[in-house]
């Protein structure tokens, strides 16, 4: 039976070291016994943007990138997007388990009676520019739903994490379409408790409102909206170690509230090479506005001066199993609200891209936001709602991976160290010693 583990010799002294293998890993901190001298602080590794580190041990998704495999606590997401829902999935990533009846029940009855918030978040609500990102809104006012909750700081007590996560579960939708109802100057729309997740965030966003494309009055009632939109959320709810995932892990080793650490996470998501992606995709297809510009647009990807957005994936280099399933959808949707012409441009840019070697030899394929926005948009959604609409969902990942990780014996306060590239010591020099600015230092 081999060993497992690695014995790595240091040329510079000769020495070799034998180190476990655990999973497929080493301790970083195992390199530190590795010196030239008993000043030398020890081998560390460098791995910008960890491209190859495992910053924890997880329980809650499996993605298996080559095979474009993705599970949550080993359910495929195929499965849970056709026989499961929001709420029972972000019960399954809470607890581990998929809910009884009865707990299914009382779980939606708990999300039910925590969708308010505070009469005086509309205050702040308010304070916005007409046309504030709906994003930099929500950013701001689930952190300051901290101050709501004080006795958030609890973090070391699972009941108070328990109640902080139906707050913010049940709370993302409100926060999210009062910004958007603050962005078109219409009347707060309130929750209806009679309503199922998915189709009371339709109702708080759009009641009231003209129905886009052939949607007839009460078209966001329609249950295959509600529907697409719940499996959308689904396949959006956890993605293991993340950006936005690892933000919130990072801010709360610091112990940090959950909703201050759900903001970081947002603001994380917010990104274009993240969360922002469905956002930059939607932009993207309207600038290259038929499939005959395809080709020129792809040149200019090929000559690295654009990037495919929604293409590409830290961790899948085969085809996101979360498109496939938005593919899907985008046809029932499409039967409801019409054709969005945008998905023509998609498919053929996807055709395209998918037989030529540039995309090819990068294992770069189409990822959970090349097909989510135009679902988005065919509902009605205007584009700077799409990072909103990951964020909502996303806050059950971020929460069952904060309470997986305050209840890990291995958490640490997260400090990574560095590689000093900066000046030796050096003295003060009084300013009129000082030789004229340094060129493009950024600054004057
Ligand atoms: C999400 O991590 C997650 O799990 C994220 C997510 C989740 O659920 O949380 O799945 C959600 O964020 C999906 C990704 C959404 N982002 C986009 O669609 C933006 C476009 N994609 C790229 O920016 C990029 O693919 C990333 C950021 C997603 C991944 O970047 P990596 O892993 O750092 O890869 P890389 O930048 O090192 O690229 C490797 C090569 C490079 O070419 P070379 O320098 O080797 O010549 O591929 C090229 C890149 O230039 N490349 C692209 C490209 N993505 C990578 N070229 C053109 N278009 C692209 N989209």
Known sequence: MPKETVTITDNRTG????????RGTIKALDLRQIKTGPSDFGLMTYDPGYMNTASCRSR?????????????????????????????????????????????????????????????IKKFLDGFRHDAHPMGILVSTVAALATFYPEAKNIEDPETRRIQFYRLISKMPTLAAFAYRHSVGMPYVYPDNSLGYAENFLNMMFHGREPVGSLN?????????????????????????????SSMRMVSSAFTDPYTSVAAAAAALYGPLHGGANEAVLRMLREIGHVQNIPTFVAAVKRGERK???FGHRVYK?????????KYWADRVFEVTGHNPLIDIALKL?????ADDYFISRKLYPNVDFYSGIIYEAMGFPTDMFPV?????????????????????????????????????RSYVAIDKRRDSVEGNGIE
Request: proline fraction near 7%.
């Open 15 to 22: 020495q070799s070291y034998e180190l476990p293998i655990e």
């Open 60 to 120: 809650i998704t499996f993605i298996d990138g080559d095979a474009g495999i993705l599970r949550y606590r080993g359910y495929p997401i195929e499965e849970l997007a056709e026989k499961s829902s929001y709420l029972e999935v972000a019960y399954l990533l809470w607890t581990g388990e998929l809910p009884t009846v009865e707990g299914l029940e009382r779980w939606k009855h708990g999300v039910r009676y925590h969708t308010m918030i505070h009469e005086s």
């Open 217 to 245: 009055p009460d078209s966001h009632h329609s249950p295959v909206l509600a529907r697409a939109l719940d499996v959308l959320f689904m396949l959006h709810a956890d993605h293991e170690q993340n950006c936005s995932t």
């Open 308 to 310: 495919l957005m929604g």
């Open 318 to 326: 085969s085809y996101d199993p979360r498109a496939k399933v938005i």
């Open 350 to 354: 996807e055709e395209i891209a998918l």
């Open 389 to 425: 609409l990951f964020a909502i969902p996303r806050t059950a990942g971020w929460l069952a991976q904060w309470r997986e990780s305050l209840e890990d014996p291995d958490l640490k306060i997260a400090r990574p160290r560095q590689i000093y590239l900066g000046p030796e010591q």
